[in-house]
């Protein structure tokens, strides 16, 4: 199956929100901080790479998209938000 730009998108805030999850364990801040990390092109893909801020991943095989692209677009990142208690 071919994975679209925008599951890489969503690929990408998720490694994102792990890594700052690792940082502060308050997941709403996490979210914000991963949301803003995509804003400011910290994280792109770069000769099928997922370049992040901590580590560069390789994009799963059957990627339909550039290779070369950032995430700073609110398509990416700005449809999530959490349900429940933030703070578990």
């Known amino acids: ?6 599951d890489v998108g969503t690929m990408a805030l998720m490694a994102e929100f792990y890594e700052h999850l690792r940082q502060n364990p308050l997941r709403f ?3 914000q901080q991963a949301q803003l990390s995509l804003l ?3 994280t792109w893909l ?3 790479k997922l370049i992040t801020q901590q580590e560069k991943n390789d ?3 059957g990627f339909a998209g550039d290779e070369s692209m950032t995430f700073s677009h609110p398509f990416f990142w700005s ?3 959490l349900i429940g ?3 578990w």
């Open 1 to 6: 199956s071919l994975w679209s730009v925008s």
């Open 29 to 31: 801040v996490a979210l």
């Open 40 to 42: 400011r092109g910290e």
């Open 46 to 48: 770069e000769n099928n």
């Open 59 to 61: 994009l799963p095989d």
């Open 79 to 81: 449809g999530f938000t």
């Open 85 to 87: 208690s933030p703070w």
